[in-house]
């Protein structure tokens, strides 16, 4: 399905990512079974900034509006140029139940005005798209989307509401009276049951399971 889906876009490649809650990558597409190897092995999924970039984001993102500016993301983007990934990019970050992340990917080769006029073309037709091949993977891959909900403990739902609010670790140790030491440890314990890759995705996790609301 993704090949055809690709050919008619007229694309280079175009994949689906599913991020499981404890880290386990499941996925289908067009990128060379070389790149995908090389990706797991380096362990790519925690420097990628298009999974860290769209963590942050529940809006489709243009890969240039991302943050490649670290000499460890330049690096990255240079091998993945050199495995026959194209330098356009378009990802649609999806959430699901139970805390469920995925990435929907259209990928090419061309000039940025090339890729303007693509986007400009296709843009709602990806949403859907994006949208529908989720739904149909969450009927398939029952396993990671109904798994038993997270319990946090009542100290790290508050940490984790308190950064959802936007406050700083300094400020959710003010706030809940106790040291940024003690505050660090709730939040890696919420981000460990949340199987998260960070603290961000920690937090979106935290809000998409219904565990904390602003």
């Known amino acids: 399905m993704t090949e055809q889906m690709r050919d008619c876009l007229g694309i280079d490649h175009l994949v ?9 990558q499941y996925g289908c597409g067009t990128y060379s079974p070389d790149w995908l ?27 240039k509006a991302l943050d490649w500016s670290s ?15 194209g330098n356009q990019g378009f990802t649609v970050p999806i959430r699901g139940p139970n805390g469920q992340f995925a990435l929907f990917t ?17 843009r709602d037709a990806l949403v859907l798209a994006a949208h529908g091949i989720n739904a149909r993977a969450l009927e398939l891959m029952p396993g990671p989307a ?24 300094a400020q959710v140790a003010a706030e809940l009276k ?15 049951k ?7 995705h920690a937090v979106a ?8 609301a602003l």
């Open 205 to 212: 996790r935290a809000l998409s399971c219904g565990l904390i």
């Open 178 to 192: 106790i040291s940024e030491h003690t505050v660090r440890v709730y939040i890696e314990g919420a981000r460990f």
């Open 16 to 24: 689906y990512h599913w991020i499981g809650t404890q880290g386990a």
């Open 71 to 85: 000499k460890t993301a330049r690096a990255f983007l240079k091998d993945a140029l050199r495995h026959g990934v």
């Open 146 to 169: 109904t798994q038993a909900p997270v319990a946090l403990s009542p100290r790290e739902r508050d940490a984790m509401r308190l950064l959802a609010a936007g406050l700083s670790r």
């Open 37 to 63: 190897a090389r990706y797991a092995a380096q362990g790519y999924l925690r420097v990628d900034p298009v999974i860290q970039g769209c963590l942050q984001r529940v809006h489709p993102v243009d890969w």
């Open 106 to 122: 259209v990928n090419h080769g061309c000039d940025d005005a090339r890729w303007a006029a693509f986007i400009a073309e296709w």
């Open 194 to 200: 949340l199987g998260a890759l960070n603290t961000t």
